[in-house]
């Protein structure tokens, strides 16, 4: 019997080889994917840290390459064969491309030279190869011909990598809402449904750090005071106690619970502006942005809220956040009463008259002492402002932040750190709001959220390699003061989008965190951080400084005297390494903070121990004893709470 491999079908088989190397398809195949695997070799430091070939990596090309092999009319044997072509060369491209990376004695810009090079020679050769394309039967089309051959693929080419967008954004790139692939690209509209990084409400319930679980045994979304007081009373009645959330981006557990009834308090949401002294009663469900839809009208702005506006009052409240006016401090110091739900089931005012143990405990403490069901804040101006961008290098940040603080004309004021390697902490970006009231009247725009596409591809590239954060720099230095509206109002300026921090990969999360540093301890601080940084290699994707003004209102308060909270943003691998690394480098940078009286925000990863927490917060214990006292069966509760407790 004849062996497979049979001389007359190894002749078949090298003739369809040669015929297949000699079409437009191989080389147009080739010159896509060398290209996309070029751009990916940039973008991630020249394969860094890679060392052989990801399939769940490669898939999105892989895709690319088969769509365009299969929408031009090719034989199948062709077709199949060319495509298996193409991955080997990508393949030994790809080792090619490692080699020159891992040359790391030679200058970045000559390894990027080198690799362009070898590309452009890569190209050349498979393009040239078509033009002595044969036909079967030996007849050497036309130039004509083989042009037309060219241009035939053009359109089939641009469906295919219209296909592909479509294949990466359900593949790794979706977004949150998860409502139509191509949201990123149109205004987004929320239809009643408050957008939230965290993942959707079930059973395990996740927070937006995607690394803790609340094994909670039901969820109840409550739309009326009634229906708190039933579940409180529910609870009791079964044993069970009670935990708490709204949009779930607090990390440290206390938007989670263990064996409890949780209620999803983002349905308890009503606002209701009072003419009569310029405040606002909202419910504990309502975001900032549903509070600033019903002020624009009136001329009027919050306070104190955070960056962005698609955070809830309940959940803000009960971490005490502060905003970017550095004029006003935590949110407390806007609050002028609320009505809490305590562990009897009966509803209460607080102010500072009234229960005023309660008012300084509730607000900064967590979801313990009970459920908040409304609150009232005081208003500001909706003043007009003209924005404006300035360059400083961080050595003498702290003095130019200091000198436009003091400034009565300053109404929002923040900086920005430069985090790619070359300029590692070194340069900062200051964003001013100056008022200015002979500005024309302004419309607000409070969809912060509309078109976020290129802020999601830039940062997105910047958490994969430093040369995406290193662009991501020169873009906000360079493109932002020509985008930017060099005039708008404080509600537009406090609109700011956050769905473009979504972070498409599995393998990965975001960890945001925040130090308050005093004043003097400013420079001192960013020395050590910068030197704790690099000792467990942390991926820093975002420093923003903000002045905090003192706070003696709070029981649990992070700023008994003026300071500067430093927000920072990590990316960490889904690991055991990866978590066990970002526990390390907190705890040792919780030990430095308390040695120069700083505070860690409470609300972020609990990487910390007992006695660090009340070294650094030494009313702790007092806010438990209250807790023991107003709530003695410990209804209320949360993972954070119960971790601390003891």
């Known amino acids: 019997m004849r ?30 994917g060398s290209v996309i695997l070029g751009l990916v070799w940039l973008f991630l430091d020249f394969f860094s840290g890679m060392a052989g070939i990801d399939l769940y990596a490669w898939l999105p090309l892989i895709v690319l390459l088969v769509v365009i092999a299969l929408l031009v009319p090719e034989n199948w044997q062709k077709t199949a064969l060319a495509i298996l072509m193409v991955f080997a060369a990508l393949a030994v491209l790809y080792a090619l491309l490692f080699f020159i990376g891992s040359l790391g004695w030679l200058p970045k810009p000559l390894i990027a030279a080198s690799g362009i090079i070898l590309l452009i020679l890569v190209n050349s050769a498979v393009f040239l190869v078509p033009l002595r394309v044969q036909h079967t039967a030996d007849q050497k089309p036309s130039k004509g011909q083989a042009r037309r051959q060219f241009l035939s693929l053009i359109p089939k080419t641009t469906l295919g990598v219209a296909l592909e967008g479509l294949f990466v954004k359900t593949y790794f790139w979706d977004d949150p809402s998860k409502r139509w692939l191509l949201s990123d690209l149109f205004p987004y509209h929320d239809a009643g449904q408050k957008l939230t990084l965290a993942p959707p409400l079930s059973i395990p319930l996740q927070d937006a750090s995607r690394l803790t679980k609340g094994s909670v045994t039901e969820i109840r979304s409550p739309q009326s005071v009634p229906e708190v007081m039933q579940a409180t009373s529910d609870a009791r009645s079964t044993s069970r106690k009670i935990s708490l959330s709204g949009i779930r981006h607090s990390m440290g557990g206390q938007a989670l619970g263990s064996n409890t009834l949780h209620l999803d308090m983002t349905h308890l949401d009503h606002v209701v502006y009072n003419d009569s002294d310029q405040t606002i009663t909202v419910g504990p469900g309502a975001t900032w942005k549903q509070i600033q839809t019903i002020l624009s009208p009136h001329g009027r702005a919050l306070r104190v809220m955070q960056d962005s506006n698609i955070f809830s009052v309940g959940g803000s409240l009960s971490v005490n956040v502060h905003g970017k006016d550095p004029r006003f401090g935590s949110l407390i110091e806007s609050v002028t009463s609320f009505k809490l739900v305590t562990a009897d089931g009966q509803e209460i005012q607080c102010d500072r008259t009234h229960h005023n143990d309660l008012f300084s405990a509730a607000i900064g403490g967590f979801g313990i002492m009970g459920v908040i069901t409304e609150a009232t804040l005081l208003t500001t101006d909706n003043s007009r402002c003209r924005f404006s961008l300035r360059a400083t290098p961080t050595q003498g940040l702290r003095e130019m932040l200091e000198t436009l603080g003091s400034s009565p004309a300053t109404q929002l004021l923040e900086a920005h750190l430069s985090v ?32 976020i596409w290129l802020r999601k591809v830039i940062f997105q590239a910047s958490r994969t390699s430093n040369m995406g954060k290193s662009l991501r720099w020169d873009l906000e230095k360079s493109l932002t003061p020509s985008v930017e509206s060099k005039m708008v109002s404080r509600n537009t300026a406090m609109a700011v989008p956050v769905r473009f921090l979504q972070n498409p990969d599995p393998q990965t999360t975001d960890l945001l965190q925040e130090y308050f540093i005093p004043t003097e301890q400013f420079d001192a601080f960013l020395d050590r ?17 903000r002045k905090v003004v003192q706070d003696t209102n709070a029981l649990v308060s992070y700023a008994r005297t003026s300071m500067y909270g430093f927000v920072v943003y990590y990316k960490v691998p889904r690991t055991q390494t990866g978590i066990q690394t970002i526990q390390g480098f907190t705890s040792e940078l919780v030990e430095y903070l308390i040695s120069i009286e700083a505070r860690y925000y409470l609300c972020y990863g609990s990487y910390y121990t007992p006695s660090q927490l009340t070294a650094m917060y030494p009313a702790i214990p007092a806010l438990f004893a209250l807790k023991a006292h107003y709530d003695p069966g410990m209804l209320f509760t949360n993972n954070w709470y119960e971790a601390y407790r003891g």
């Open 420 to 451: 790619d390697n070359d300029r590692f902490l070194t340069e900062s970006l200051i964003y001013l709001y100056t008022e200015d009231p002979s500005l024309p009247p302004l419309a607000d725009d409070l969809q912060g959220e509309n078109s």
């Open 529 to 545: 951080y910068k030197q704790l940084l690099r000792k467990h290699g942390i991926n820093l994707l975002n420093v923003t400084i």
């Open 3 to 32: 062996s497979f491999l049979s001389s007359s079908r190894m002749r078949a088989l090298a003739s369809l080889t040669v015929q297949t190397i000699h079409t437009p398809l191989l080389s147009v195949l080739l010159a896509i």
